[in-house]
């Protein structure tokens, strides 16, 4: 059986927006993907590593270990073998404490990637392919996160094309879901239970692509 890795923060963890409920596991994109793959036969198991809050290289002052590279390598080597490993991080270098660009926090992600290809994995082992998701674009914030995400909609600009770029040449596949999906009208960040379903769909054949299953 195969195995891909989720890497990502609240908007693959699921969290129901506006709120700190968290939507089931079939409900979210991770699940729902899984899903789609098996649904002949087990082929894939989806592994959802994502952390509310997490952050590319930056540090959370208020909270510990939100900095995407805390522990990196060491989740590469527990969930060895990957086929896949599937980012998709970058809103929360948004928030109000920090002052990253568009381009920053692709930087960001490029660090991400250079991390997992150093992990020292078992000998034998292959490097999974890495997959680039954009988030959807950050709409005006509202609701219990209006304040931490103050002003994200306008830093935020421009960091899908940033990340396309940082896919070409760290040689990562990419796809840019605010293609397919928007951020929830709710709190202007995460996405609505339709956004997750649709999102399962569309990148579904592109996984099938990358597995050649």
């Not at 002949?40 to 510990?64: M, Y």
């Not at 805390?70 to 404490?97: A, C, K, V, W, Y």
């Not at 680039?132 to 209006?146: D, E, N, R, S, W």
Request: charged letters at 20%.
């Amino acid at each position: 059986m195969k195995q891909i890795l989720v890497y990502g923060d609240s908007l693959s963890w699921g969290i129901v927006p506006d709120t700190r409920q968290r939507f089931e596991f079939h409900q979210r994109w991770p699940g729902r993907l899984e899903q789609l793959i098996n649904q002949d036969s087990p082929r894939v198991r989806i592994i959802e590593d994502c952390l509310n809050g997490r952050r590319t290289v930056l540090d959370d002052p208020f909270k510990p270990g939100r900095n995407g590279t805390d522990g990196l390598q060491q989740r590469i080597e527990i969930n060895t073998p990957l086929e896949l490993i599937i980012i998709m991080l970058g809103n929360n270098d948004f928030q109000s404490p920090h002052i990253f660009t568009a381009a920053e926090a692709a930087q960001g992600v490029a660090s991400l990637v250079q991390t997992i290809r150093k992990a020292p994995i078992e000998p034998g082992m292959h490097i999974p392919r890495i997959l680039l998701l954009c988030p959807p674009p950050i709409i005006q914030p509202k609701g219990v996160i209006a304040d931490k995400f103050r002003g994200a909609e306008v830093r935020w600009t421009g960091f899908n094309r940033a990340l396309k770029k940082i896919a070409a040449e760290t040689d990562c596949d990419f796809f840019d879901t605010g293609t397919v999906i928007s951020a929830s009208k709710i709190d202007g960040i995460h996405l609505d239970l339709e956004q997750h379903q649709q999102l399962a769909l569309s990148i579904h054949p592109i996984i099938q692509g990358i597995l050649n299953c």
